[in-house]
């Protein structure tokens, strides 16, 4: 039985419809509210494997497939058939872009096309009840194929996710501290070599041993090689 639908804009995760009864008489309806709200982020994010996948989430699967902008997903029983729920996700899809394509990515809020709950509870209706003529017809429709459609654990696709990100800010950290110590360094070494020449510089004794400057002045900072400072 279908529980939940959802359809987001994938390029920044944006909810643009939902069915409104959902998750009514659903117990930890918000949490696996989060978890569809995480998965369109993760989307958003470029963090997707495939243009269609279920995702395992408790009793229940996550059925999702998205074309272009849009992401259309819908919360079923584990015992509905997935090839019915790719289905119904494929009805939602031609007709939310026949109605509503051209707005969709001028739209500015969240849920700009609420109205379209009104084809989402009709079209759930019809597949409700798998043992109707209609469902089982669809059932036995061999030219529509879901068994390569992959199946994952939803911490697994939201770790996933959540992994990429904190490696991405880890280099950027890394990245950006570095120039800073770079930076640091070189003006460290600018000032050891003013000050160095400041105090030996006008050294009258200096010249005896200039010739070991070289073993006298520690490396400089970022440097590899002594530097030898002839006077």
């Known amino acids: 039985m279908v529980k939940m639908t959802m359809i987001a804009r994938v390029t920044d995760g944006l909810p643009l419809a939902e069915g409104l009864d ?40 996550f059925q999702y497939l998205f074309e272009g902008r849009v992401c259309y997903l819908t919360m079923c029983d584990r015992s509905y058939p ?17 109605v509503n394509g051209a707005q969709i990515e001028t739209a500015a809020r969240p849920y700009a096309f609420i109205k379209f709950d009104t084809f989402i509870q009709k079209t759930k209706k019809l597949y409700q009840d798998t043992r109707t003529q209609r469902n089982i017809a669809k059932l036995n429709d061999e ?59 006008f050294d009258s004794k200096v010249g005896s041993c200039c010739h070991c400057v070289g073993s006298c002045v520690p490396p400089l900072l970022g440097e590899s090689k002594v530097m030898v400072i002839q006077l």
């Open 22 to 61: 959902d998750g009514r008489d659903l117990v930890d309806a918000e949490m696996y509210k989060q978890q569809v709200k995480a998965l369109f982020k993760n989307l958003s994010k470029g963090h997707n494997e495939a243009s269609r996948m279920s995702i395992e989430t408790g009793p229940y699967v």
């Open 143 to 201: 030219l529509y194929e879901v068994h390569q459609i992959m199946t994952r654990n939803v911490q697994e696709v939201l770790g996933v996710g959540k992994r990429i990100t904190e490696v991405s800010q880890m280099s950027s950290r890394l990245t950006s501290e570095s120039r800073i110590y770079a930076d640091k360094a070189r003006d460290l070494n600018r000032q050891f070599v003013i000050c160095f020449l400041l105090h030996v510089g």
């Open 82 to 98: 997935k090839k019915l729920a790719f289905q119904y996700l494929e009805d939602l899809k031609n007709e939310f872009e026949r």
